[in-house]
């Protein structure tokens, strides 16, 4: 007999991966929201997401386009259409964002397709502004500048 043995083939693809779980207003107790909670699931098949503090080379540095590698944008409904709100301590102005420098997670050993899910709380009046209807728009990005898709949050009301 004679017996071989093959690698495992990696699970998921190599890009990037997110799913929306969901995107939850919660209530600070006295008939205002305080934050949402936006839930995702993501995977990659390479295991290249986040980044080392030492990750400072372009495009990773600080105010590099890749230095954040998990993008989310709010949008504000104003006038019936969707637009991304300034963020009013910025300077020069900036739209308003809420992106994450995810820490380098590469499993050890010899696969290495992750999966996993993550939290984030995003506060319902940023730097002062009380939108009345938001949603979120998020993306993720690998150590080799692979995008997931682009997804996007049903609209939110939020009580100020």
């Known amino acids: 007999m004679l017996f071989s043995c093959q690698p495992d083939k990696n699970k998921f693809s190599s890009v ?4 929306l779980k969901g995107a939850y207003v919660y209530n600070n107790g006295f008939d205002k929201d305080s934050f949402i909670l936006l839930e995702l699931y993501y ?12 990750d400072t080379a ?13 993008k989310i944008w709010m949008l504000e409904k104003k006038n019936g259409k969707w637009v991304k709100p300034f963020n009013p301590l910025s300077n020069p102005p ?6 994450e420098r ?5 499993p050890t050993g010899r696969a290495k397709w992750i999966e996993g899910n993550l939290s984030i709380n995003i506060l319902a009046e940023p730097y002062g502004l009380k939108p009345d ?8 990005s690998d150590r080799k500048r692979q995008k997931s898709e682009l997804l ?5 009301i939020l009580k100020h």
Do not use: A, M, W
């Open 152 to 156: 996007e949050t049903e609209e939110l």
């Open 16 to 19: 990037p991966f997110l799913q």
């Open 58 to 70: 372009s495009p990773f540095q600080y105010g590099g386009q890749e230095f954040y590698n998990l």
């Open 43 to 54: 995977h990659d098949g390479d295991g290249d997401i986040g980044l080392d503090p030492g």
């Open 102 to 106: 995810i820490p380098r997670i590469t």
């Open 94 to 99: 900036d739209t308003l964002n809420f992106h």
């Open 133 to 140: 209807t938001v949603k979120l728009q998020v993306v993720l």
